[in-house]
């Protein structure tokens, strides 16, 4: 009886966290298929005759002047494809320079090793908005600014450091015995590596890059600063909130749209997500 | 096959010397096992035989050749490592073919080498699964297999067995030893358990703080230890110690030894090296008797404490009583049937031909009662 009071209390509790997480979400999806009209309406329109045409707007499909909000133009799908070569491209550049570091940091002993890492971690603590200006003038310069290529770069502040972090703790998981054994098996350095430790690393790996890859799709700032036509989808939803039109209902569409990729990602990745989010602490 | 050896190898890490000059010679298709207590360097000396570890100085010779500054991978050994080390993302088959492929062989040889070792060590219906559906006792075999696929010249061994059950301990133990007769190659095995060691080695090194302090036959070690060190460590419970009140020099090939008040006894035991200061009487609790022997012997009280009745064997602690040595704890191994009680005081004596005498800094003095065998 007293247990069973308990749980129920729990269950309610579970409800309260589940619909304050979901209402924003609900909400917006909500907005999203809703007529101008109703989105301002007071009270609030819970039931309403959904529509299509913040998506067309979006992708520009519907006829100019026969929206609602007359001729614009708006091609949302490039900003969504930008996102996708930049953080992609900040994945896997992260990966290909950030897991052999991971790997050094794991098995060897250098001078200055945690003094290194420390400083490798230290990036994330720096503010955006701190290095953002500096790197304006480095970008326009070099002529970086406005790249994907420059784009990509930049977003290792956020990304090398938490694929190193993370793929240290998953090398330092695996027993070095593993090694020593396939050491002793007849393999040399590089088949140790290609036929042991990236097969063995490979879960949690796709968990720490579904991790970082989030990171980047939703930054914002540096997009901000260092890109005109190139920008990412954070960026571009901004440039959705035009004044002196009504326009909530096609952010919402913009919104969704920028959800459904990390989405499809994590659906894919699911299993690997667990373990990239509760890495080292699972032993 | 072919036989290894070191020479003045030295082990630092940083500052710490984890082997100190050790010179070893195993022989050919020898069963050699390094034993210590923990820290003693014994699983070092294996990795550097293997290559694992960077040796500071000296060399390790295998097949007659230096191996030095070999590669691991090129000095055709194996080893089982005392987590197994089996590669949990491959199926047993693919980790018994990792060696074979590693050296690049066709895939008939590996084939045929696989399923010989499968069938050598009945785990043929394993080879499908992965390591983590396997038992613990299986998990070793197919480690061992992995490690005899390829047919090594030497054979490394870091505390196979620690982690398997007391029952399966024993079991695979008599099955390393009917392997090694059946492959005959040359094995190094390294192991905290004293048992393990006089059960399956041709010889034993007995290795202490990066030292080695003695090489010999299990009957070697047993009978004939040459420090205080070895005399307690080989054999369990470990050998008893009571300082002697008075101690002279005998003939050539004796010496006596007395306490408190009780006749001086002779023992055959030369003291030629010993100097100065007092010495210490061993004795194995085995070699205690409870009626009085026909030979000489040395005769306590004894105060029993606790007695653990084991069956085949009864294990008596107690605390001599009336003596200058009193309180010295004895342990007392009885292999009659017997039932001791706890608090009682016994007579005990110990027959003169087993005892060893210890000088102040523990060497062994020479006995001259050991097995004429060899």
């Known amino acids: ?283 | 096959m072919a036989g290894v050896s070191t020479s003045s190898l030295v082990k630092k890490y940083g500052a710490f010397t984890a082997l100190h000059g050790i010179d070893l010679e195993i022989k050919d298709g020898e069963f050699i096992v390094f034993v210590g207590p923990s820290g003693s360097g014994k699983s070092t000396l294996l990795r550097c035989i293997a290559g694992l570890e960077q040796i500071a100085s000296g060399s390790v010779m295998i097949a007659g050749e230096d191996v030095s500054d070999v590669d691991p991978a090129d000095r055709g050994l194996s080893m089982v490592f005392q987590n197994y080390a089996l590669f949990p993302h491959m199926s047993c088959r693919a980790n018994l073919e990792f060696p074979l492929k590693s050296e690049g062989l066709p895939l008939q040889d590996r084939e045929r080498m696989v399923s010989s070792v499968g069938k050598l060590l009945h785990i043929e219906e394993l080879l499908g699964r992965r390591p983590a559906e396997l038992s613990g006792g299986q998990r070793q075999r197919v480690a061992i297999g992995r490690a005899i696929v390829k047919e090594p010249k030497v054979f490394l061994f870091d505390e196979p067995l620690s982690n398997l059950d007391a029952e399966l301990r024993i079991k695979m133990r008599v099955e390393i030893t009917k392997l090694h007769r059946q492959i005959k190659n040359t094995i190094i095995y390294v192991t905290h358990d004293q048992v393990e060691a006089m059960t399956m080695a041709d010889r034993i090194v007995v290795l202490r703080e990066g030292k080695i302090e003695q090489v010999g036959t299990p009957h070697q070690l047993y009978f004939a230890p040459v420090n205080q060190f070895v005399a307690t460590f080989i054999g369990a419970p470990q050998m008893n110690l009571i300082n002697c009140d008075s101690a002279i020099r005998g003939d050539a090939k004796t010496t006596i030894v007395g306490f408190g008040d009780a006749p001086k006894t002779t023992l055959p035991i030369g003291g030629f090296e010993w100097t100065d200061g007092d010495l210490t009487l061993g004795f194995r609790p085995e070699h205690v008797v409870l009626k009085e022997p026909e030979g000489e012997a040395i005769h306590f009280r004894l105060r029993t404490d606790v007695v653990e009745h084991l069956g085949a064997v009864t294990n008596i602690y107690g605390q001599i009583s009336g003596s200058s040595a009193e309180h010295t704890d004895i342990t007392v191994a009885n292999h009659t049937q017997i039932y001791f009680q706890e608090g009682k005081e016994i007579d005990i004596w110990v027959p003169v031909v087993d005892c060893h005498l210890f000088t102040p800094d523990g060497k062994s003095l020479k006995r001259y009662t050991v097995p004429p065998s060899w």
């Open chain 1, 1 to 283: 009886m007293h247990s069973r009071s308990i749980s129920l209390l729990l269950n309610v509790l579970v409800l309260i966290v589940v619909f304050v997480l979901a209402f924003p979400i609900v909400w917006i999806l909500m907005n999203s298929f809703k007529q101008a009209a109703d989105v301002n309406s007071y009270p609030p329109a819970f039931f309403f005759q959904p529509t299509l045409e913040n998506y067309k707007v979006l992708f520009d499909i519907a006829e100019a002047g026969a929206t609602n909000y007359g001729t614009i133009k708006i091609q949302f799908l490039k900003p969504v494809t930008s996102s996708v070569i930049i953080s992609v491209g900040a994945v896997l550049l992260s990966l290909i320079a950030g897991v052999p570091a991971g790997y050094a940091l794991a098995r060897y002993n250098f001078q200055g090793k945690e003094d290194l890492a420390f400083f490798i971690l230290g990036f994330r603590f720096a503010p955006v908005l701190l290095v953002i200006i500096p790197m304006f003038q480095f970008f326009q310069a070099v002529g970086l600014y406005d790249s994907y290529l420059g784009m990509i770069w930049v977003y290792q502040l956020i990304t090398l450091p938490m694929i190193i972090w993370l793929s240290r703790s998953y090398v330092e998981d695996i027993p070095l015995e593993i090694e020593e054994a396939a050491a002793i098996c007849g393999a040399k350095r590089s088949q140790i590596i290609i036929k042991v430790v990236l097969p063995l690393l490979r879960p949690g790996l796709v968990g720490a890059s579904l991790l970082v890859f989030l990171l980047a799709w939703h930054n914002f700032a540096l997009g901000l600063i260092l890109t005109a036509k190139n920008t990412p989808v954070t960026v571009a939803l901004l440039k959705l909130l035009n004044p002196g039109v009504n326009f909530y209902p096609v952010v919402s569409a913009g919104l969704v749209v920028s959800m459904i990729v990390p989405i499809c990602l994590i659906l894919l990745g699911q299993r690997h997500l667990e373990r990239g989010l509760t890495f080292g602490a699972l032993k």
